[in-house]
């Protein structure tokens, strides 16, 4: 069977991988190779190429010099849409959401007859609209929401985001397909260290330092309070999309300079390295798809606080390696408060996330379960 997934921006030369939607793209693409599927990513770039990755897919790229926001697509990749998907009765992954350009792929591939699956990644719940509402809203109804009805799915993180897409009026089938790890991201176990009960706890948050999305604001505020009688130290890393400073005087402003370290993304080493340096990973967000970040928290045996709203956090409750807590400042005092009283729980509460992941959430038995699916879609 062959499956194509589209994501415009994604690598031509396939690394490095930067963004969680591109490495999704490449886990998922990954995973259904190794399960025999013929994989090919598309993207647009700066010259026609093909590669093979590593990991047994291969990249072709189409040139395009036109405006990353553009409702055009590459001509070159309209006529390999007709002339090598088609034919070979492939079923195309659109990836992303409230982009032009996975509206123009949608487009072209319903012209060619190619069978496509929107993947937004992320959920439409009600917060992904309050901002910039005047531009979000008028496009869902001209361009998303036709988008979304003309897939033969909606492939999303977790099986309760159907929800957000019922509440919008959107029919279409949907299917679950979590993003996953794989085995060659792995630290071994022996590597793994905890710090003494006596230091101070460290906690990070590791992705883009994006205030409303991820719910930074809300927890600097939980951490200030928390601080007053905790023995706490708090890292936000990652790269800025304009929000930075903003927090930086709102820590300023609790007189949490000592106690709150801001750092610019590192692309040299890999995530789970930087989340091993600390103790409990954090994700707070108003909306999020699943948290990738988090995923790899699991697998370097950390102990994590999530909002009820990512994707992950059925997988971070059903493990038992962390809590689940609402978006809000109070939840997430309260979520802190309660994990650092059971901090000599810790180092077992964080190897049963490691033993989950490792078994429930390897990319080759997501992609595997995905391929039966996609088979059904096809025929």
């Known amino acids: 069977m062959r499956v194509a997934l589209y994501l415009r921006h994604f690598p031509a030369r396939g690394a490095p991988l930067i963004g969680g939607t591109s490495i999704a793209v490449d886990g998922l693409a990954a995973g259904l190779a190794e399960n025999g599927a013929d994989v090919r990513v598309l993207c647009e770039g700066r010259s026609r190429t ?3 990755a590593d990991a047994g897919y291969v990249i072709e790229c189409f040139p395009s010099r036109r405006p990353y926001h553009s409702f055009t697509l590459s001509p070159e990749l309209a006529r390999y849409a007709e002339r090598e998907l088609a034919p070979a009765r492939t079923l195309c992954l659109v990836n992303g959401m ?14 060619c007859r190619v069978p496509y699956v929107a993947v937004p990644h992320d959920p439409y719940e009600r917060a992904v609209f309050h901002r910039n509402p005047h531009l979000k809203w008028p496009y869902w109804y001209l361009f998303e929401r036709r988008l979304l009805r003309r897939a033969r799915a909606v492939q999303v993180l977790n099986m309760k985001h159907a929800a957000c897409l019922r509440r919008l009026g959107i029919d279409t089938p949907v299917i679950e397909t979590p993003n996953g790890v794989a085995c060659r991201s792995e630290l071994q176990e022996s590597s793994l260290r905890w710090s003494d009960t006596t230091e101070p706890a460290r906690l990070v948050f590791l992705g883009r330092i994006d205030a409303y999305n991820k719910g930074l604001d809300m927890l600097i505020d939980a951490f200030a309070r928390v601080a007053e009688s905790a023995s706490v130290k708090l890292t936000v890393q990652g790269p800025d999309w304009g929000d930075r400073a903003r927090l930086q005087r709102r820590a300023a402003a609790w007189g949490l300079g000592d106690r709150v370290e801001f750092r610019g993304p590192d692309y040299g080493r890999a995530s789970p390295h930087i989340v091993a340096e600390h103790d409990m990973f954090c994700l707070p967000s108003r909306f999020e798809g699943f948290g990738l970040a988090a995923l790899e928290a699991m697998i370097v045996a950390r102990v994590l606080l999530v909002s009820e709203e990512t994707g992950i956090a059925s997988h971070v409750a059903a493990s038992g390696c962390g809590v689940a807590v609402r978006a809000s400042v109070s939840g997430i005092e309260a979520g802190l408060l309660n994990l650092l009283q059971r901090r000599d729980e810790w180092p ?5 996330g490691r033993r989950y992941a490792l078994s429930q959430l390897q990319w080759k038995r997501i992609a595997a379960a995905a391929l039966e699916r996609y088979a059904g879609m096809i025929a």
């Open 348 to 352: 077992v509460m964080g190897s049963a």
């Open 98 to 111: 409230f982009h032009p350009g996975v509206y123009a792929m949608a487009r072209t591939l319903q012209r």
């Open 50 to 52: 093909t590669v093979r």
